[in-house]
């Protein structure tokens, strides 16, 4: 069965950098776009990052560009999230998921605080 397995999260200060991991299984990883969202309390889900299955292309919400990069490992079955510079407004739960714009499956997530 799919799984997809979040990890990196934490409590950060601001400014400061985290990278998350997402292990997937249970499918052929390097056919699939991945993405990254995440929700705030009391704030809907939103897109954080995407890439296409070979990693060729990516696209970034406008509030994350220059900040966040998303990458893929295919050999890994793994695909990664880098957050630098980071802000209090940042803090939610990040979701990694399975596809581009429709996305079937998701991970269970992983918090990510920011605060001095």
């Known amino acids: 069965q799919v799984q997809l397995v979040e990890s990196g999260g934490g409590l950060v200060q601001p400014g400061g950098s985290l990278r998350l991991s997402c292990a997937a299984s249970g499918f052929t990883f390097s056919r699939y776009a991945m993405s990254w969202y995440r929700q705030a309390p009391g704030k809907e889900r939103e897109l954080v990052a995407r890439?296409?299955?070979?990693?060729?292309?990516?696209n970034y919400a406008d509030s994350m560009k220059g900040r966040f990069t998303i990458s893929r490992d295919n050999a890994k079955n793994t695909v990664y999230l880098q957050m630098d510079s980071l802000k209090p407004e940042d803090t939610a739960v990040y979701y990694c998921t399975r596809g581009w714009g429709v996305n079937d499956y998701w991970g269970q997530g992983t918090q990510v605080t920011v605060s001095a």
């Open positions: 890439i296409t299955n070979t990693g060729g292309s990516t």
